[in-house]
């Protein structure tokens, strides 16, 4: 949940799945959907959805509609057995827009969800009317002779997966989280606060100063953390991020992921009508630079619609 009052919660039912989404804005108005990255949830459009709310008049014939991907945030996970294909998500994407009879309308999206909207954008280009893309560019990729060991490594990890019981405090959580990233500790706090479910088990006192303390567990799925059994070839995914007619940016910051660097030596060749704009900060520069991601939404829109 989040405590901004114009900030609402929303969910869609898709055959088994349940997908969970934060929105701001008019319901009349057209809907831009904003994909968040691997182990982040909707949370991490918050900022940038608060700074576009402040701001009024910037997206005001838009409405933000920041989407839980399966097994993150407050979204379902998938079925008992299942796993987490990327293409898989792909899918997901396409069941969402008939769910919700969208036609072509503009996608921002970060890190892993940057993936797999240019996937989306590619083979379904008549529902994407421009792609925003943040911290991140083309696809990950691997060389086809390690295909056999990626096969092994990726049926291995998941004989590993087992649902840990252990429990923490918020605190605890937002600093594992603060460890593995360059998230800032407000910024970490949004995410992991829709990442955790909270549980009636106590505390020892090993693990907290406090029993009256609560409790939580991880929400998101586990299996997220197997590895992938396979990888597209550099050629697989350059033909893929070829079929990407639409409108392209990539906004991305001078701190960010160095796959946005070895990205764009792989794939801007590959693509036409891309505008780039680098900014001070880190993976998750649309957290850090609410301001200028928002005014960069408002013109890149604005020149879409006058060249229409």
Same mark, same amino acid.
């Given at each position: 949940?989040?405590d ?20 701001c ?13 691997y ?31 399966p097994?993150?945030?407050? !979204?379902?996970?998938?079925?008992v057995?299942?796993h987490?294909?990327?293409f898989?998500? #792909? /899918? +997901? *994407? ?22 797999i ?7 379904f ?30 049926i291995?990890?998941?004989v590993?997966?087992?649902k840990? !019981?252990?429990?923490?405090t ?7 989280r603060?460890? #593995? /990233? +360059? *998230?800032?500790?407000e ?33 998101s799925?586990p299996?997220?953390?197997t590895?992938?059994l396979?990888?597209l070839?550099l ?23 160095e ?12 693509? +036409? ?5 680098k900014?001070?900060g ?13 005014s ?7 020149k ?5």
């Amino acid at each position: 949940m989040t405590d901004n009052k114009e900030i609402e919660e929303l969910s869609y039912q898709l055959d088994d799945l349940t997908l969970t989404a934060l929105a701001c804005g008019d319901k009349n108005h057209q809907p831009v959907l904003c994909l968040h990255g691997y182990l982040d949830n909707a949370a991490s459009f918050v900022p940038l959805m608060q700074q576009i709310e402040k701001e009024n008049q910037s997206l005001s014939n838009r409405r933000i509609i920041a989407l839980d991907w399966p097994g993150h945030g407050h !979204s379902d996970h998938r079925s008992v057995g299942s796993h987490y294909h990327f293409f898989d998500y #792909v /899918s +997901d *994407l396409f069941d969402l827009f008939s769910h919700n009879n969208w036609q072509s309308i503009d996608i921002v999206a970060h890190s892993m969800g940057a993936m797999i909207a240019s996937a989306f954008a590619a083979a379904f280009p008549e529902k994407v009317k421009s792609l925003t893309l943040i911290d991140s560019f083309g696809f990950i990729c691997a060389p086809a002779e390690q295909a056999t060991n990626q096969l092994r490594k990726g049926i291995l990890s998941r004989v590993k997966t087992v649902k840990s !019981s252990r429990t923490f405090t918020e605190e605890m959580a937002v600093k594992a989280r603060l460890h #593995v /990233s +360059d *998230l800032t500790e407000e910024h970490a706090q949004l995410i992991v606060k829709r990442s955790l479910i909270e549980v009636t088990t106590k505390l020892n006192s090993a693990e907290a100063e406090n029993n009256d303390s609560a409790s939580y567990r991880w929400r998101s799925d586990p299996s997220l953390r197997t590895l992938s059994l396979y990888r597209l070839t550099l050629v697989q995914a350059q033909q893929l991020f070829s079929d990407i007619k639409c409108p392209l940016q990539l906004i991305y910051g001078d701190k960010g992921m160095e796959m946005v660097t070895t990205g764009l030596e792989d794939f801007s060749a590959t693509v +036409d009508n891309l505008t780039m704009t680098k900014l001070a900060g880190g993976h998750h520069v649309h957290m850090e630079q609410t301001e200028e991601c928002s005014s960069l939404l408002r013109h890149f829109f604005s020149k879409i619609q006058t060249s229409v």
